[in-house]
């Protein structure tokens, strides 16, 4: 794949939904992000499309509230914005009117003459899911894939709702684009620190040789959220946590864990290896074996931070009697000689007590009879990759107590790297799309990633239905159902704590002044 140099060619963004959440929070703010740094020089258009009415005017206000509200926007930044805003213009089209797809073509061939644009386009997709068939038809039928350049498409999660709707969906899609020119988004891969789990495993020489079933006893991935469902209600009631974060962000990491090195580093050969990791997930043979492996649950009533808060089934949008899981933990397998016989066990949730995601490898212990080990019980060496809010790495190892002769104590690293440049720097929406406008898809999902990873979900999902028996229920604000600990207890491990509470015999070093 040929990766195009920074922002050596311009291009139309066209965003449909640009009325909507994602549009505001995340994709002009990123896009401003990347103006601000140069990355998208001038020669680009921003068409901002949907159903309802606005101006240019009142499209470009809405923008800057967008921008000032969640971009780092300083007052000093009046003068770009100014020039940033020439850039974008709206226009009203329902996607399934053909007919204004042509008089977007005719803008768009405006468009070029006024920014310098060699006809490269890319659509990005932030729209419910069932519109990305016909979005794409219309967007062939109206004559926008026909001018010169380059035209790629993104598309925003969820990708189906199962495998057979996910098929259905890349159908649709792959009658208009050919899968190089699909860039499915999950934006946990454009996270800084997932990014960085790749240079940590390849570029460290104490981590490599170490890194399989000879050392590593577990792999822990936590994703804990603090947030209930806010809003989206109605989408997550048929979604779950195992749908919204387990086929994607959880698995997609524990793909960048364990996925073999890449012969280059190119974007097909990594995606080689981590479609590899999906297929050598031991999918669950039975329902009881699911019930045994995976943990589900949903919260009730409680408190965070002295806050009431309503339960699950409270929600807006949310059934009363709603057995959606809000909460899943589950232990898999990677069967290959690697990983032969370490878990991996994963874990997220809504309501839990801290926002936090962090990658625990847990190295083997040292022989119990050997030295130290006789004499103290000494802690096995963590590496804990924090990768959101905060974005750092910590090491934990045993070391001597200062000034006594008979103490081991356990001591963490860190190198926090949030404290030094800022907390999600740059923001992963803003390089996943600079990713796509160069032509890097390396950081984006492969049709055969996701229909694998729905393989191994789907599973868990058909068990589920079964019945709902097994639906743990935890107080907001708690850690989740008691079952997830016994999970790991079986094996003789505990879930490592996360977000930097830690117990109080260890000792920090870090740059964060902790
Ligand atoms: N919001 C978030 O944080 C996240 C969202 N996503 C995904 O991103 C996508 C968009 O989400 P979000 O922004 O929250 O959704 P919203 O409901 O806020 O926005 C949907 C957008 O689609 C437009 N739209 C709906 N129907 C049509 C149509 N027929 N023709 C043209 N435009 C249409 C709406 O505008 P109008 O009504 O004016 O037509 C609106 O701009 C979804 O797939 C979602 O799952 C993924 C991760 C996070
Ligand atoms: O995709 C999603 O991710 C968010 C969590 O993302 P983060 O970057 O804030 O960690 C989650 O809240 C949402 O339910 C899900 O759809």
Redesign the pocket.
């Known amino acids: 794949m040929n990766v195009e140099s920074s922002n050596a060619q311009g291009a139309i963004y066209y965003i449909?939904?640009?009325?909507?959440?994602?549009?505001k929070?995340?994709l002009f703010p990123a896009l401003f992000s990347l103006y601000k740094e140069g990355k998208l020089s001038e020669n680009f258009a921003v068409v901002g499309?949907?159903?309802?009415e606005r101006t240019n005017e009142q499209f470009r206000a809405d923008l800057y509230e967008s921008i000032v509200e969640f971009c780092r926007y300083k007052a000093d930044d009046v003068e770009l914005w100014n020039r940033f805003a020439e850039h974008f213009e709206y226009m009203p089209?329902?996607?399934?009117n053909v007919e204004a797809f042509r008089g977007l073509a005719t803008l768009s061939d405006q468009l070029d003459a006024k920014f310098n644009i060699p006809g490269n386009r890319l659509f990005y997709l932030?729209?419910?899911?069932s519109?990305f068939g016909p979005v794409s038809f219309s967007l062939r039928d109206g004559g926008l894939l026909e001018s010169k350049g380059w035209h790629r498409v993104v598309i925003?999660?969820?990708f189906g709702y199962d495998l057979e709707s996910a098929q259905k969906l890349n159908d649709q899609i792959t009658q208009v684009f050919k899968e190089e020119e699909i860039y499915r988004i999950d934006?946990y891969l454009g996270k800084e620190m997932v990014q960085n789990i790749q240079v940590i495993r390849f570029a460290n020489a104490f981590f490599e040789p170490l890194w399989n079933n000879n050392h590593i006893a577990n792999v822990q991935i936590t994703l804990s959220e603090t947030v209930g469902v806010e809003e989206r209600g109605g989408?997550y009631d048929k979604s779950g946590a195992l749908r919204d974060m387990g086929q994607n962000h959880m698995l997609q990491m524990l793909t960048m864990i364990a996925m073999e090195p890449p012969s280059r580093l190119h974007g097909e050969d990594i995606r080689d290896e981590k479609v590899k990791v999906l297929r050598s997930l031991r999918p669950y043979k039975s329902s009881d074996e699911v019930r045994n492996l995976v943990v589900r649950g949903q919260y009730s009533e409680g408190s965070l931070n002295g806050k009431e808060l309503p339960g699950y089934r409270q929600e807006d949008s949310v059934g009363e009697n709603s057995t959606t899981e809000t909460y899943f933990a589950a232990k898999l397998a990677v069967d290959n000689f690697r990983w032969a016989g370490v878990p991996f066990y994963i874990r997220t949730g809504k309501r839990l007590p801290v926002k936090t995601t962090e990658v625990v490898i847990e190295f083997k212990s040292m022989p119990q009879n050997v030295l130290f080990a006789q004499r103290h019980d000494l802690q096995p060496n963590l590496l804990v990759i924090r990768v959101n809010p905060m974005e750092g790495i910590y090491i934990k190892v045993n070391a001597k107590t200062p000034g006594e002769d008979n103490s081991v104590q356990p001591v963490n690293m860190e190198f926090c790297q949030s404290c030094q440049i800022g907390i999600n720097t740059p923001e992963a929406y803003e390089r996943l799309i600079h990713d796509a406008v160069r032509g890097d898809s390396t950081y984006f999902t492969r049709w055969d990633e996701v229909a694998q990873a729905w393989e191994f979900v789907d599973r868990i999902a058909a068990a589920w239905r079964e019945d709902s028996a097994d639906l743990q229920h935890y107080p907001a604000g708690s850690w989740g159902p008691e079952k997830a600990e016994k999970l790991l207890a079986q094996d003789g491990f505990k879930w490592w704590p996360v977000n930097g509470q830690e117990e109080d015999n260890v000792i920090w070093v870090s740059n964060s002044g902790k």
């Not at 449909?16 to 549009?23: C, E, K, N, P």
């Not at 089209?93 to 399934?96: E, H, Q, R, S, Y």
């Not at 932030?126 to 899911?129: D, E, I």
């Open positions: 449909f939904g640009a009325t909507g959440d994602l549009a929070r995340k499309l949907a159903r309802r089209l329902d996607i399934n932030a729209l419910a899911p519109l925003e999660k969820p934006h989408y």
